[in-house]
């Protein structure tokens, strides 16, 4: 009952959310409890609809972006049955190896295995070299098309209190950050609250 009374006061003032939201996990977080992946995901849908619900304007959250870092980007995941089962709460976009799937209904959701930006970053420009770009035509815009990932998460949070890792080092780069000392399965809805709080009481300026 408290706890359910501490959720509803930290929801009374937020008005404001990320449309896109992008979570950095470790493998091993994700092996700990595979199952935590449909409670962050419910949690968001959650709050997102109490938030629209305030105001019928606000878009909510549109996009959920999971980035799995791994030691063994090339072995296929135990967990993998538990994203599949995903299928019925999201369309989910899976990249993993040389991999790239999508099923399912419902808010997007990107995961990511093991993707490095560099390595992405690197690809796009190999690929511009193989389509024969000119020097000259090289611009930031024509980069962003050869990317593999077009998301621009508005928010960033990164689990487990250990440093980032380099996944969307490009298009995250006006995104707010927010670290959370806890792992990843132990992240409760109010914690996501909380983060979302933070979020709205920033005042971004998009590298001004």
């Given at each position: 009952?408290i706890?359910?009374?501490?959720e509803?006061?930290?929801l009374r003032?937020?008005?404001?959310i990320?449309?896109v ?26 709050i ?13 959250i ?8 791994t ?18 709460l ?44 000119a ?10 098309k ?6 621009t998460?508005?928010?960033?949070i ?5 440093h ?9 780069v006006?995104?707010?950050?927010f670290f ?6 132990k992240?409760?809805k109010?914690?996501l ?10 005042n971004?300026?998009?590298?001004a």
């Amino acid at each position: 009952m408290i706890y359910q009374f501490y959720e509803w006061h930290l929801l009374r003032n937020l008005d404001s959310i990320p449309q896109v939201i992008c979570f950095m996990i470790s493998d091993a977080e994700m092996e700990n409890d595979p199952k935590h992946i449909r409670h962050i995901i419910s949690w968001c849908l959650e709050i997102s609809e109490k938030v629209r619900r305030k105001d019928p304007q606000n878009i909510g959250i549109s996009e959920i972006i999971i980035h799995i870092s791994t030691q063994r980007p090339y072995t296929k995941p135990q967990y993998l049955s538990y994203i599949y089962e995903l299928s019925d709460l999201a369309t989910v976009h899976l990249h993993y190896d040389d991999t790239s799937e999508t099923f399912g209904t419902g808010i997007s959701v990107t995961i990511a295995i093991g993707k490095s930006g560099r390595e992405e970053i690197s690809d796009a420009i190999q690929s511009m070299a193989d389509n024969n770009v000119a020097p000259e035509d090289v611009t930031t815009d024509v980069l962003e098309k050869y990317l593999t990932f077009s998301h621009t998460p508005d928010c960033v949070i990164k689990t487990g209190g250990a440093h980032l890792v380099d996944f969307l080092i490009w298009q995250s780069v006006y995104s707010e950050l927010f670290f959370l000392d806890l792992n990843w399965e132990k992240i409760r809805k109010i914690d996501l609250i909380r983060a979302f709080r933070d979020y709205q009481s920033r005042n971004r300026r998009f590298g001004a």
